[in-house]
Nanobody, 122 residues
Framework: QVQLVESGGGLVQAGDSLRLSCAASGRTFSRYAMGWFRQAPGKEREFVAAISRSGVSTGYADSVKGRFTISRDNAKNTVYLQMNSLKPEDTAVYYC???????????????WGQGTQVTVSS
């Protein structure tokens, strides 16, 4: 029902910024809450940010609060993750996900993108 494709990852230096995009193909995009997760090599997938269906409510992991901003444009079927002041520990594959409710656990989401690599050098 919903297909998600992430883009915008790349190799940057510490302190730089990146904006990730997640494009959805479904015609009911606005019915889903959206989330961003990340997974570094050898580590568990972890929550990064989430946004409600309307975009009014957002939530962030403590590790990215104040640096990352999640937003969505329902008219364009796209969710974004603006990442500022990047740190080497932000290096991971970043995934977007769609679910019926905004949540912080990966099992609560129904659809997932393929991921985009973000690498931050010292």
């Amino acid at each position: 029902q919903v297909q998600l494709v992430e883009s915008g990852g790349g190799l940057v230096q510490a302190g730089d910024s990146l904006r990730l995009s997640c494009a959805a193909s479904g015609r009911t995009f606005s019915r889903y809450a959206m989330g961003w997760f990340r997974q570094a090599p050898g580590k568990e997938r972890e929550f990064v940010a989430a946004i409600s269906r309307s975009g009014v409510s957002t939530g962030y992991a403590d590790s990215v609060k104040g640096r990352f901003t999640i937003s969505r444009d329902n008219a364009k079927n796209t969710v974004y993750l603006q990442m500022n002041s990047l740190k080497p520990e932000d290096t991971a594959v970043y995934y977007c996900a769609a679910g019926l409710l905004s949540a912080t656990e990966s099992y609560e989401y129904d659809y997932w993108g393929q991921g985009t690599q973000v690498t931050v050098s010292s």
